[in-house]
């Protein structure tokens, strides 16, 4: 069989390389994208239909330790959505958190192709890489949460930069992580030590380690910019889902400087009020400061209605969560590394708190002046399942759709958000930029989210519908590395993607700070912590920024 | 109206999940329709004319004979009609039913009625575990509906329970009415241990005297009306061994609980 695919025919929306609708051929050879191909070369003919690079999901939530406590929490959500066997596919069970198999189909079949996991202990990296390979079709990796180490946060106390920066390489290397992810900062370990402690000033500083989350955020910049890390640090503020959080996330952001930083999920940081009563929106405030600032890129975290899990490392919130949900929830602790949360939610339209999230989302994606940075995220699961993304997707193209859907939610949220003024449709050619070419970029993947010559041969092309629901929910073909996974709507084959991860260099002394810590402090041994390269599997290193 | 006997002739090896045997799914068909229907035996699909011979056609009433025990989700998301079973059956019996009865005149496995919102279980023997049940994972258990046992069922009858009836007239097991919601369950028999643990609201009656959990308050003695109600519509339904005149007119000692929930649930046990 040829390895050469011509598709034919399709309306190719291609941001990165300024197509927007046109009527063009795009040739594959050997998974990657060509100038042209021979004439044996098999012929999709996309008549009709709208082709854009696959998917790339920058924040989300599917594979390591939290992923499998809610997956253990919660099996009446698995009972009722099985995920049978087909010829070529594997089982699995769907719900909010679906195994690792019906997550990578369900990605497919949304016409993703590329995943980030958002938040990994390294001490877990292992068994997260095993989920990962058995994760089908998406190419995927993961940021290490390093924010809250303990020895980290030790060496920023004692001001030690240059070995902070040598360390955090080893553990990107040891852990084959692909950025760093600070998870309110600081908190952790007042969190840990005392009942209900946590910092809630980015300026305080903890008693634990006196510094503060700003010095923190600070440092990790800082060692993302000198390493040449692909992908800044990935940051998730302090005082998440508390009244008049924005100023937290406002001055997160102006601690970067001009200096490169993501926000994630910023519309569970975009709240004003006062702590402790009803959440007022600051959707403007957060936006106009990001439209602002070209150095800071950042993910919705979209809030959609119905059951959602929230997990994360940052336990108190979950803590919080949890007392307003009066069900199951679980509270972990990685030793030296995390703190974790787990616990299942259900967003309801008519409560005010849960409308008026969503319409502060809303408010960011519609205020947004440059696509390229506020990019698509539902936090998935915790703003909403990731199968809720086409749901979103008309939501931002459909104005009639999205003021129906404001009419039916708390009026009293919607009185206090702008939302109803803004007139604002997102156009194909945007959404390709919010779900592909914006997070490739945000993450300094050169050969994702695009369709120019030498990128990877990730392509999904769906039917043009009026209903982009519709449309977004059920690609007709989805084509990985070139090779077409799903075609007419069925999946023709299995395909296992790849881990990307990066290896920047480090000096190998490091390692002897390190060993006494891991001899005084770990569960394991240092020797036996690196993860060795045969559980990468299938691998791409993604290449360092050069300074 | 002719209804549909199916007899078993084959006892299937292992265990067989037989959720088609419901009315509404029979409901038309004829004698070769029903026995064409598909089951799944362990891992494999067959049909149910591989284990039952069947006569008659699908109607608002089936009978089925012969030992069920090991044929699960019999009358499984059930509205209405009648299914008798002459003989035992096996777990999962009638899950998430919405009404109709079901009428067992053998033993029943564990799980009768999980989740059901609606219509009437009687069982003329024993039960399993997990009579009236919530699933692993979920918080609410039935919704609605009766269960009637007359014999003895195991452990965790009503766990969850939100509304409806359940009776069971020997002992019951361990955990009765763990994590319920409301509703109501009377044991004419004995309560195991851990009786309403978690409990946040509703009512579990028994005519004996049972260990209580330190987390179950003593409020009162007294006779309380509604029981007699309860009792007598137990009489009526056939459970007349236990129900003894010093029952229906007696004083019942009150607990409530459970502490560590809302406190508003109750239990009352026999007194004199």
């Known amino acids: 069989m040829s390895n050469e695919l011509r598709i034919t025919n399709g309306k190719v929306y291609d941001p990165v390389n ?169 908190g952790d370990e007042p969190w840990k030590g005392k009942k209900n402690s946590n910092v809630r000033d980015i300026d305080e500083k903890s008693d634990v380690f006196d510094i503060s989350p700003r010095d923190i955020i600070d440092a990790f910049i800082d060692v993302a910019d000198d390493l040449g890390l692909p992908h800044p640090p990935h940051v998730h503020c302090n005082n998440l889902g508390h009244s008049g959080n924005f100023e937290t996330t406002i001055e997160t952001m102006k601690t970067a400087g001009d200096r490169r930083l993501h926000i994630a999920h910023i519309q569970f940081h975009s709240y004003a009020g006062k702590l402790g009563e009803n959440p007022l929106s600051a959707g403007r405030e957060i936006v106009e400061y990001v439209n602002d600032h070209p150095n800071i890129s950042c993910d919705v975290g979209q809030v959609m209605f119905g059951k959602s899990t929230i997990m994360t490392a940052d336990a108190p919130s979950a803590h ?44 960011i994606f519609l205020l947004s002046k440059d696509p390229w940075r506020i990019v698509f995220s539902t936090d998935s699961p915790n703003g909403a399942s990731f199968t809720s993304y ?78 982009k629901e519709l449309m977004f929910n059920a690609p007709r073909y989805v084509i990985k590395s070139g090779q077409p996974v799903i075609e007419d709507h069925e999946f023709t084959t299995d395909y296992y993607g790849k881990t990307l991860h990066v290896q920047p260099e480090f000096d190998p002394s490091i390692e002897n700070s390190l060993r006494p810590f891991f001899e005084d402090y770990y569960s394991i041994r240092f020797n036996n912590y690196a993860v060795s390269d045969h559980y990468l599997h299938d691998h791409e290193f993604i290449p360092l920024r050069k300074s | 109206m002719s209804t549909a006997h199916l007899k078993l002739h084959t006892k299937p090896e292992v265990p067989l999940e037989a959720d088609v045997l419901n009315t509404a799914k029979l409901a038309g068909l004829s004698q070769s329709g029903i026995e064409h229907l598909s089951v799944m035996h362990g891992n494999e699909k067959a049909s149910l ?82 009579v009236g049940a919530a699933y692993r ?84 003695t007294y006779r309380p009306l509604f029981l007699r109600f309860y009792l007598r519509k137990l009489q009526e339904n056939g459970f007349k061994r236990k129900i003894q005149d010093k029952h229906l007119n007696g004083i019942y000692k009150r607990y409530s609980g459970d502490g560590i929930e809302l406190n508003r649930g109750e239990v009352l046990l026999f007194s004199k």
């Open chain 2, 137 to 220: 994972g979920h918080t609410t258990g039935i919704t609605g509906g009766e269960i009637f046992v007359h014999g003895d069922a195991k452990n965790e009858i009503g766990s969850g329970m939100r509304r409806g009836f359940i009776a069971i007239g020997g002992n019951a097991g361990d955990f009765t009415g763990v994590n319920m919601l409301a509703g109501t369950i009377v044991v004419l028999g004995e309560l195991g241990i851990r009786t309403g643990a978690g409990m946040r609201r509703g009512t579990i009656a028994s005519l004996e005297d049972a260990p209580m959990l330190p987390s179950f308050e003593y409020a009162c």
């Open chain 1, 390 to 467: 086409p749901k979103l997707i008309k939501l931002l193209m459909d104005k009639d759709f999205r003021n129906e859907e404001i009419s039916r939610v708390n009026q009293k949220a919607m009185n206090k958000s702008i939302l109803r003024e803004l007139k604002r449709e997102y156009t194909l050619s945007e959404i390709a930029i919010i779900t592909r070419a914006g997070p490739a970029k945000c993450l300094g993947l050169a050969n994702k989210g695009h369709l120019g010559v030498g990128a990877d041969a990730d392509i999904t092309i769906y039917d043009d519908q009026e209903d």
């Open chain 1, 320 to 363: 919080m969560t949890q007392a307003y949900t009066h069900t199951k929830w679980i509270n972990a602790d990685t030793e030296n590394e995390s703190g974790c949360g787990v616990a299942p939610y259900n967003y309801q339209e008519h409560v005010y708190t849960n409308a008026l999230q969503w319409a502060i989302g809303l408010e």
């Open chain 1, 18 to 186: 300024n197509i927007d609708g046109e009527i063009r051929d795009i040739c594959i050879k050997d998974g990657r994208i060509v100038e042209s191909v021979s004439d044996d070369a098999r012929i999709i003919n996309a008549h009709g239909n709208v082709v854009m690079a696959g998917g790339v999901d920058i924040h989300c939530h599917i594979a390591g330790p939290k992923v499998n406590l809610a997956r253990k929490l919660q099996p009446e959500d698995h009972r009722l959505d099985p995920h049978p066997a087909t010829e070529h596919t594997r089982s699995g069970v769907g719900g909010v958190v679906p195994s690792t198999f019906a997550t990578g189909y369900r990605y497919a079949t949304l016409g993703y192709t590329t995943a980030f996991d958002a938040a990994v202990p390294p001490l877990a990296a292992r068994h997260v890489l095993e989920e990962l390979h058995d994760t089908p079709v998406i190419d995927k990796g993961y940021y290490a949460v390093l924010g809250n180490h303990i020895f980290l946060q030790q060496l920023i106390k004692e001001g030690r930069k240059e070995e902070l920066k040598e360390a955090i390489a080893w553990w990107l290397n040891a852990c084959k992580g692909y950025t760093t992810k600070i998870v309110n900062p600081g």
């Open chain 2, 49 to 130: 004319g591989d284990f039952f011979k069947v006569t008659g056609k699908g109607n608002s009433e089936i009978r089925l004979e012969g030992d069920l025990s090991n044929i699960k989700m019999i009358g499984a998301g059930m509205s209405d009609g009648k299914i008798v079973v002459e003989g035992d059956v096996g777990m999962h019996l009638g899950i998430g039913m919405s009404g109709g009865e079901i009428v067992v005149e053998g033993d029943a496995g564990d799980w009768v009625g999980p989740e059901m919102s609606g219509g009437r279980i009687i069982i003329k023997k024993n039960a399993g575990h997990m």
